[in-house]
T-cell receptor, first 110, second 115 residues
Framework: QQPVQSPQAVILREGEDAVINCSSS?????VHWYRQKHGEAPVFLMI?????EQKGHEKISASFNEKKQQSSLYLTASQLSYSGTYFC???????????FGKGTHLIIQP | EAQVTQNPRYLITVTGKKLTVTCSQN?????MSWYRQDPGLGLRQIYY???????DKGDVPEGYKVSRKEKRNFPLILESPSPNQTSLYFC??????????????FGPGTRLTVL
């Protein structure tokens, strides 16, 4: 079952912050975050592992609450280059491969 | 350069004409997967492979076949394509289980149109 991402879309001004949420109905071992520009391959952002992690990647960070089966991606002081569709992919520990959410469309305006 | 390659990048075909999309990785990864991406649905896994000669179904395997005869290659086969298989296809590979700190690398994608 696909994880649920929210919001589906968000429009920001350059410099504003955004939070994208990913929620699963299944127990999770890891959460993977990707950004995709239209028609291109997904680009890896970060992995969060079971154990309640937080990670940072320049102005992009994320948290993982395994008890709530939720992860959130935080975009701080957004830049125009952050525009795209963000996907969370989850691994439940069984068969390999990721189960992806439907994506969150992020538009950054000057 | 470490990469996953796919061919062709674009393909227009007709219903029922067998086709193969090739995928190759140069990172000596054990794990490989195929996904399809459709508007509003995100990426959905078609098949995956954990090693040579070891493959299994993902979430949407109907109408597809795969083989893994060599570690680096994982072709996707559509024996009798239908219009509902029109989609953007991605091949991906990873060097270890995704429950651990292993990144999944994606190919550039193959845009398939079945008329």
């Amino acid at each position: 079952q696909q994880p649920v991402q929210s919001p589906q879309a968000v429009i920001l001004r350059e410099g504003e912050d955004a939070v994208i949420n990913c929620s699963s109905s299944k127990a999770l071992y890891s959460v993977h975050w990707y950004r995709q520009k239209h028609g291109e391959a997904p680009v890896f952002l970060m992995i969060l592992l079971k154990g309640g992690e937080q990670k940072g990647h320049e102005k992009i960070s994320a948290s993982f609450n395994e008890k709530k089966q939720q992860s959130s991606l935080y975009l701080t002081a957004s830049q125009l280059s952050y525009s795209g569709t963000y996907f969370c992919g989850t691994s439940g520990g069984g068969a390999d491969g990721l189960t992806f959410g439907k994506g969150t469309h992020l538009i950054i305006q000057p | 350069e470490a990469q996953v390659t796919q061919n062709p990048r674009y393909l227009i075909t007709v219903t029922g004409k067998k086709l193969t999309v090739t995928c190759s990785q140069n990172m000596n990864h054990e794990y490989m997967s195929w996904y399809r991406q459709d508007p509003g649905l995100g990426l959905r896994q078609i098949y995956y492979s954990m090693n040579v000669e070891v493959t299994d179904k993902g979430d949407v395997p109907e109408g597809y076949k795969v083989s893994r005869k060599e570690k680096r290659n994982f072709p996707l086969i559509l024996e009798s394509p239908s219009p509902n298989q029109t989609s953007l296809y991605f091949c991906a590979s990873n060097g270890g289980r995704l429950t651990r700190d292993n990144e999944q690398f994606f190919g550039p994608g193959t845009r398939l149109t079945v008329l």
